[in-house]
Every structure is written in structure tokens, then in C-alpha cells.
T-cell receptor, first 112, second 118 residues
């Protein structure tokens, strides 16, 4: 059973557009929600993360929006660039429990 | 230069053979993980280890085995019992206590090993 559901599976935007990737979870014990970025042939790398005590976190062009009541969180990429083309994974975990539960990934393509 | 290394980058195996994938980290992390990545399925946890000489099965442990004899090393063996082993394998580590100053539960990934069964 998928603990974290991610959509869409793939996304194509023009340069400068704002792609949005959505994730949903059921386990209310989750208290850490990271996003990972993965380029082809490489391992994922942490992009940005949020805890449920805030509704939004911004780092550069990347923003996480978090809706605790709806058990949903999303990644927004402002002014997207071709270099942002990658696969993005959302994840969730419980502090101290080690394990990360990953979404199925979104392949983003930014067209010049 | 701290990080996680995996070797080899590419590995070819004949059916019926066991192969071992290497994972080494010099981040002084207690926890290490093995994931399998298939197209459209995200990352699935195979095994994880929270401390030396201890490890736990993940969601898809059948056909795999691990050992954790040293803190910095967590090799994964893909046995002949694994029916569909062709995949991209990722190793990760984390510091659950947060003593590194980084975010709790952040997992650092290696570059991966692509295994192909011929």
C-alpha cells in the first residue's frame, strides 16, 4: 500500500512556468515531509523539506505548501528553467523512525 | 570529502548468479538503507540498518540479503532467488540523532548501481 500518493506522473512546462507537484498521505503521525530531486543516472538529493507546524516554506525558487487538515503537500517551482528538468519525489516520515516513505515520482520537463 | 560511494556503477549478471553491490559512507552515519528503483514505481525499501550488526527487512526483501559488519559499509547481495533483479539500486545513509546539524531523517544517497540480468 502506497503511504504517499504523488501526482502527476509526468509534467511538461515552458521555461518560466510554475510546475506544481502534489502529494497526499494518510498517516497523521508523519511529521517530516521532504522533497528530493533526481537527475538521470544519479541518486536523489534533498531539495527542500517542511514540518507540519508551518503551512509554507520557501527556498530560492522552490516552495512547499502544506495543508495539514487535508493531509496534502505540494511543490511549486517558480520561474522554472530547463536545468530543473528532473524527477521529483515527495516523501514522509516520523521523526526518530528513520524510514522515509516515498511517492512514485514526477518526471518534470522544462522546455526552453 | 564526505559522501556515499557505490560500486560498480553498472553490473551485468547471468541468471542464477548471486552478485554483491557495494555501499560505503564516510559520513559517520548510524543508519543505512538499500532501495530499488523501477520506472514509475519510485523508491522501494529493500533493507535498512540502524546500527552495526543489526538490520531489518523493508518492503521488498525477498531475494536479497545484507550485512552490516562495519559502520561505514552496508553491502547488498542480490541472490538467484530474486526473480526480476534488473533495476537501479540506491544506497542511502542518515543520522537520526541529528548530531550533524542537518534535518532529522534526511537521507543522503549514493550515485546508484544499475544491475542488468542477461
Amino acid at each position: 500500500q502506497q503511504q504517499v500518493k504523488q501526482s502527476p506522473q509526468s509534467l511538461i512546462v515552458q521555461k518560466g512556468g510554475i510546475p506544481i507537484i502534489n502529494c497526499a498521505y494518510e498517516n497523521t503521525a508523519f511529521d517530516y515531509f521532504p522533497w528530493y530531486q533526481q537527475f538521470p543516472g544519479k541518486g536523489p538529493a534533498l531539495l527542500i523539506a517542511i514540518r507540519p507546524d508551518v503551512s509554507e516554506k520557501k527556498e530560492g525558487r522552490f516552495t512547499i505548501s502544506f495543508n495539514k487538515s487535508a493531509k496534502q503537500f505540494s511543490l511549486h517551482i517558480m520561474d522554472s528553467q530547463p536545468g530543473d528538468s528532473a524527477t521529483y519525489f515527495c516523501a514522509a516520515s516520523i521523526t526518530g523512525a528513520n524510514n522515509l516513505f516515498f511517492g512514485t515520482g514526477t518526471r518534470l520537463t522544462v522546455i526552453p | 570529502d564526505g559522501g556515499i560511494t557505490q560500486s560498480p556503477k553498472y553490473l551485468f549478471r547471468k541468471e542464477g548468479q548471486n552478485v554483491t553491490l557495494s555501499c560505503e559512507q564516510n559520513l559517520n552515519h548510524d543508519a543505512m538503507y538499500w532501495y530499488r528503483q523501477d520506472p514509475g514505481q519510485g523508491l522501494r525499501l529493500i533493507y535498512y540498518s540502524q546500527i552495526v550488526n543489526d538490520f531489518q527487512k523493508g518492503d521488498i526483501a525477498e531475494g536479497y540479503s545484507v550485512s552490516r559488519e562495519k559502520k561505514e559499509s552496508f553491502p547488498l547481495t542480490v541472490t538467484s532467488a530474486q526473480k526480476n533483479p534488473t533495476a537501479f539500486y540506491l544506497c542511502a545513509s542518515s543520522d537520526p540523532r541529528g548530531s550533524s546539524g542537518r534535518t532529522y531523517n534526511e537521507q543522503f544517497f549514493g550515485p546508484g548501481t544499475r544491475l542488468t540480468v542477461l
